[in-house]
């Protein structure tokens, strides 16, 4: 603009005024703009390494807050397969006691048929037989195919009546020539006579070695609660089958639950 001044030099004075106004003023502009240029790259200068600093400490955070977390779900699992691996050992532990504690509910309640185990001295010796309700026992024999025993009872029936005590016996033979363990269970016909019928002495649910053709008796010893003739459910039962079966014992091998079929 100055050189423009210089070459033209009939210019008035007015428009040389006016030429220099501008001049003044777009120098003014220019400074102004490269002041806030200078003034923006400072700023960022000074607030971006803040700005980066402000985001590590952040990732930092959020992975120590991820390793915490996955720590603690660790723990968790841990935790809950403890738990699955007891479950499942009672179980199993469940599973193998459940046999013989159902056979000692059933002795115990005559649940299933299963006559009556153990008895009370006093008991039997204060009982009042009921003379005019007669019973007749009857008694039957079975041998599961795994054991090659011989065995029958010495008597297929007896009358007796309730409150008194009665003495039967079956008889056993090993017809082999090598020796066998037999362990045996029974059942009482109707079911619900079971309750009533107690042992008092009886050779079910022990193991009985016989050796080759040896032969023995066993006997079974027991009595018809008085309470038989009191309850309405029985006023129809004048016959009560006892039945045994004797099966070889084995390692693993399972009897069958009291008063139910083995298949």
Request: hydrophobic residues 35%.
């Amino acid at each position: 603009m100055l050189l423009a001044l210089l070459v033209r030099p009939s210019l008035c004075r007015s428009q040389v005024s006016v030429l220099l106004q501008r001049c003044v003023r777009t120098l003014q502009c220019d400074s102004s703009k490269a002041l806030h240029s200078q003034t923006e790259h400072c700023f960022l200068r000074r607030r971006l390494p803040l700005f980066l600093h402000t985001q590590s400490r952040g990732a930092k955070s959020r992975k120590r807050q991820s390793r915490s977390q996955a720590e603690e779900w660790k723990a968790r699992n841990k935790t809950v397969l403890t738990y699955i691996v007891a479950a499942g050992v009672g179980m199993i532990g469940l599973s193998y006691a459940a046999v013989p504690l159902y056979r000692l509910y059933c002795q115990a309640s005559g649940l299933g048929g299963t006559a009556v185990a153990g008895h009370d001295a006093e008991l039997v010796e204060s009982m009042t037989p009921v003379k005019e309700r007669i019973i007749k026992i009857q008694f039957n024999a079975d041998t599961h195919a795994s054991i090659q025993w011989n065995f029958r009872p010495q008597q297929t029936e007896i009358f007796v009546v309730p409150g008194e005590t009665a003495l039967a016996f079956y008889r056993a033979r090993n017809p082999t020539d090598k020796h066998i363990i037999g362990i045996s269970t029974y059942n009482v016909v109707p079911f619900d006579a079971g309750q009533y019928f107690n042992k008092i002495q009886c050779f079910c649910f022990e193991e009985q070695r016989l050796n080759p053709h040896e032969e023995v008796d066993m006997p079974v010893f027991f009595y018809i609660d008085p309470e038989f003739d009191e309850d309405p459910r029985m006023a129809r039962v004048d016959t009560i089958t006892l039945s045994y079966t004797f099966f070889e014992a084995k390692e693993g091998q399972k009897l069958p639950l009291p008063g139910y079929s083995y298949n």
